[in-house]
Structure formats: C-alpha cells, structure tokens
Nanobody, 123 residues
Framework: QVQLVESGGGLVQPGGSLRLSCAAS????????MGWFRQAPGKEREFVAN????????NYAESVKGRFTISKEYAKNTVYLQMNNLKPEDMADYYC????????????????WGQGTQVTVSS
C-alpha cells in the first residue's frame, strides 16, 4: 500500500503563487506515474497535470497551461505543482494521485490518492 500526503495549500491573492507537494510513503521503491486533480464545490473532479515516472513527459489542462508546472524528485517519490498567476477559478481542493502502470488524464487511471489540500484564491 502506498500513502500520499499533499501539502502547501492555503490562501493566496489573485496573481499570487503557491507550490503544492505530494509525498509518497509505504511501498515506494517501484516507480510511479503521478498526477494532480482538483475539485471545486459543486463541480466534478478535473484533471490538472500529470508526469511520467521518469519525469521526461508531462501533460497539462488547457486552463492551467503556461501557469502551472508539474515536477518530481524521483528518489524522494515526491511530486510538486508550482502554481503561478493564480485566478479565482483555480480555487479548489487539490489531490495528488499515483499509479504504477497507467498514465492518463482520467481519475480512474490512478489507484492511489491523497486526502487533498485546499487552495483558496481571494482578495
């Protein structure tokens, strides 16, 4: 079993920045593909970004492209989401996810999930 713990969420003004972290623990000696998703109140969970276990390939939702950057430290089994120029529509609970074999933009592509961290964008 692999446990994922997100951190770094909080309150930020529009145009500000936050960096989210997701640390994996447990049976982490195997490589994992990682992803970030978010869910706002009354809305469905949506894809934000993902990264191949090697870190050599990434994908982004169009709504965050150019503003968010996903990265990982393979040796630490940790994935990051650098969020710049935050907008009110970015306000949501952010979740990290991991999977050993699959890699995609759907929540069903991932077997392991964290508990989420809240991001509030308000002036």
């Amino acid at each position: 079993q692999v446990q994922l713990v997100e951190s770094g969420g909080g309150l930020v003004q529009p145009g500000g920045s936050l960096r989210l972290s997701c640390a994996a623990s447990g049976r982490t000696f195997s490589p994992y593909n990682m992803g970030w998703f978010r869910q706002a109140p009354g809305k469905e969970r949506e894809f934000v970004a993902n990264i191949l276990w090697t870190g050599s390939s990434t994908n982004y939702a169009e709504s965050v492209k150019g503003r968010f950057t996903i990265s990982k430290e393979y040796a630490k089994n940790t994935v990051y989401l650098q969020m710049n120029n935050l907008k009110p529509e970015d306000m949501a609970d952010y979740y990290c996810a991991a999977d050993r074999t699959r890699w995609g933009i759907r929540s069903v592509d991932y077997d392991y999930w964290g508990q989420g961290t809240q991001v509030t964008v308000s002036s």
